[in-house]
């Protein structure tokens, strides 16, 4: 009798100890995890940004072909209070996300009814790969004799280079609906559209979010290099200004706003995924680890 007690007077310790160890003002590990994962690559970016700035202070990288860190920081800070700063920043995401958009209308509805389709998978699964690796800037010649010069160029521009990602991924994506599923609504005799909504689209979002995120930052990246080869109000223009100008860090700074702005969007894109597909089981690994 007196060893039950002991037994039962240890586990309500334990229990106890739980307890206190749970308190709720106690942050839990999947949040240490989350700060660290910040942390991590914060820390790694200053150490890298440290080490450059040592290697062009002590000669062993020539200020000729990359200005020190300090110094391009110094030219963004005096470049982002200009006006002409803004405008072109506004005129690279104006034309990037009108291609974005006008990527997304077309290649959503082609991808679904090409995945939905053998018959149409196979029949155009030859221009499919034989367009794939084909580079969009080296579309720029053609678009320049068809749409002309202008700010409507980039956008096209940036269409075409956003549609592939993301008809690849819709595509696939319907292709890769749980044939259990599948099979399941059509014993429950759903008619065609009930299918596509209720157990083709569900399946098929993960792909075509992904599609979404990667397609966002190539066609920033077609935008900006549209604007410096044709010389388009941009970012673009303005880098390859300052180049001309012999203005490194100028045109470091320039260069650096261009990553700023791609890093933003990728992470835009990726709360949003996370927000909006938190019901899948992708984002539910993810979130946990």
């Not at 993301?166 to 599923?181: E, S």
């Amino acid at each position: 009798m007196g060893t039950e007690l002991t037994t039962t007077n240890e586990i309500a310790a334990g229990s106890a100890a739980q307890v206190e160890a749970r308190r709720p003002g106690e942050v839990k590990p999947a949040v240490k995890r989350a700060g660290r994962g910040w942390a991590v690559p914060v820390v790694g970016t200053i150490v890298i940004l440290l080490v450059t700035e040592a290697a062009i202070r002590s000669g062993l990288i020539d200020t000729r072909f990359l200005p020190a860190p300090s110094t391009i920081f110094r030219a963004l800070i005096d470049e982002s209070r200009t006006a002409v700063f803004w405008a072109s920043v506004r005129d690279t995401l104006k034309g990037w996300a009108y291609g974005l958009g006008l990527a997304v209308l077309l290649a959503v509805p082609i991808g679904i009814m090409v995945g939905s389709s053998a018959w149409l998978y196979r029949a155009t699964r030859f221009v499919v790969d034989f367009i794939r690796p084909i580079p969009s800037i080296a579309i720029l010649p053609v678009f320049m004799l068809v749409f002309g010069i202008g700010p409507s160029l980039k956008v096209y521009i940036a269409t075409l280079a956003a549609f592939s990602p993301l008809f690849f991924q819709t595509m696939y994506g319907v292709q890769d609906v749980d044939p259990v599923a599948r099979d399941t609504a059509r014993a429950y005799r759903l008619n065609g559209l009930m299918r596509f909504v209720f157990v083709s689209l569900p399946g098929s979002t993960p792909y075509i979010a992904t599609g979404l995120r990667l397609s966002a930052s190539i066609a920033l990246l077609l935008v900006v290099g549209t604007e410096m080869v044709v010389g388009l109000q941009g970012l673009g223009n303005l880098i390859i200004r300052a180049q001309y100008a012999l203005d490194l860090p100028r045109m470091y700074a320039l260069i650096v706003t261009s990553g700023l702005l791609g890093i933003a969007i990728a992470w835009l894109f990726t709360r949003m995924e996370r927000r909006t597909l938190r019901w899948h089981a992708s984002q539910v690994k993810e979130t946990a680890i």
